[in-house]
């Protein structure tokens, strides 16, 4: 048995189940239409195939790598198939199925001292949560010139990245300004080393927010990673296919949220402020960046709301309330926040962004004595 191009078949006939758990398809167009054009599969069916897949999967001789890989991509599918086949999954056995991260409530404590931080360096003096969302609404990109400013900010970090970690010739993005998603932004990875992005306009973007949304999406982050790995794995063909709810997002989603650091730009306040200035924007990019560093252990909050509402049994309102006192987010906020949360497909993906990169930076941390940050980062966008 084949097991890698039954793989592929396994995880295209998810994808009739649940639209959208292919992230991204690079394998040829007759397999995914054979697929298409069969009857409409059973959960429970998809589940069994998948047990079956991790049966032979340790005497097809493949290399340690591939088989590790493999393997733990056919778990998560198989926990995807029990749990839409109905079967009583928990949310947190869902996560560590999917992710291989079991995930934990955060610690107020530290949410607190992020609280004081903010208080200390946001103008004003009411509530905090009114002035960070006071702060986060005026320091955004206007949204006529939010197609524009995407675009500066993606020339300077492509030629970074470019430098940093060579791509194809002919790669490229195009950028999209939508709304109506439950999402910041998206990158639909088309081959060929083609990426669309699509920023959600929904919401103010934060001048400070939009480079790393850009370095995420892009440069050096998932358009990047997948370019990489397609010129230097595009032979393997469990690489033709990119999925949702599998481990290797946990891995796609920390380095893209660590993409300025994989670019060494971890003081981008100074270089972001000339930016917007030729673009005749005002923005304090050093104050900027201290709010950023101070804010970020409030992004965990997400993924204990995420817990909260599908593991303690609470309700929006209380989700709501928590992501308001903690994350201090502003009701408009929170009501996009709690919409990914509730996604069907989404709803556990959380975990990816929170643990992801808090996994990533202990490991970028611990290189070599010597190393540059990039030199452990490329790995990350090279090896499955």
Same mark, same amino acid.
Not at 245 to 265: R, W
Not at 315 to 338: C, F, M, N, Y
């Given at each position: ?32 239409? $054979? ?14 195939? &998948?047990?079956?897949?991790?049966? *032979? ?5 493949? $290399? ?52 004081? *931080? ?14 960070? @969302? ?8 206007? !949204? ?12 300077? %970090? ?12 002919? *790669?490229v993005v195009d950028y999209e300004v939508v709304t109506g998603k439950a999402w910041a932004g998206f990158n639909y990875y088309l081959g060929e080393f083609h ?9 103010? !973007? ?12 892009? #440069?050096?982050?998932?358009? @990047? ?12 063909? *469990?690489?033709?296919?990119?999925? !949702? ?17 994989? %670019? ?18 005002? #923005?304090?990019?050093? %104050?900027?960046?201290?709010?950023a560093a101070a804010a970020l252990p409030l992004t965990r909050v997400r993924q204990d709301v995420a817990l909260l509402l599908h593991d303690r049994g609470a ?8 992501? &308001?006192?903690?994350? %201090? ?10 919409a990914f949360l509730t996604d069907p497909l989404w709803r556990a993906y959380i975990s990816t962004y929170v643990e992801g990169e808090a996994l990533l930076s ?23």
């Open positions: 048995m084949d097991v890698p191009v039954e793989y592929l078949r396994l995880g295209l006939a998810f994808d009739r189940l649940e639209r959208g758990l292919v992230d991204a398809w690079t394998g040829p167009a007759q397999v995914r239409a $054979e697929v298409e054009s069969g009857p409409v599969p059973e959960p429970a069916a998809l589940a069994a195939r &998948a047990r079956v897949l991790l049966s *032979e999967l340790p005497s097809c001789g493949l $290399e340690p790598s591939r088989t590790a890989f493999l393997q733990a991509q056919l778990t998560a599918l198989e926990t995807t198939g029990r749990v839409l086949a109905g079967e009583p999954v928990g949310y947190v056995d869902q996560v560590e199925a999917w992710f291989q991260v079991r995930p934990v409530l955060g610690e107020p404590e530290a949410y607190a001292v992020a609280h004081a *931080e903010l208080d200390l360096l946001l103008p004003g003096d009411g509530p905090l949560l009114e002035r960070y @969302t006071d702060y986060r609404d005026a320091q955004s990109v206007p !949204v006529e010139r939010l197609a524009e400013a995407v675009r500066e900010v993606s020339g300077l %970090l492509r030629e970074r990245a470019r430098r940093a970690f060579p791509l194809p010739v002919e *790669e990426s669309t992005v699509a920023i959600n306009a929904d919401l103010p !973007v934060g001048l400070g927010a939009l480079p790393p949304l850009v370095a995420h999406e892009s #440069y050096p982050g998932h358009h @990047t990673e997948r370019c990489r790995k397609q010129a230097r794995l595009g032979g393997l063909p *469990e690489r033709d296919v990119w999925l !949702v709810n599998t481990p290797e997002n946990l891995i796609a989603e920390g380095l893209a949220d660590l993409g300025l650091v994989g %670019l060494d730009l971890q003081d981008w306040g100074p270089l972001v402020t000339e930016l917007y200035a030729d673009l005749g924007i005002t #923005y304090d990019g050093d %104050l900027g960046q201290q709010i309700s929006v309102e209380q989700a709501e309330q928590h992501l &308001a006192r903690w994350a %201090l987010q502003s009701p408009d906020r929170a009501g996009k926040t709690i202990r490991w970028l941390e611990a290189r070599p004595a010597g190393q540059p940050v990039g030199g452990r980062f490329v790995r990350l966008l090279d090896e499955p």
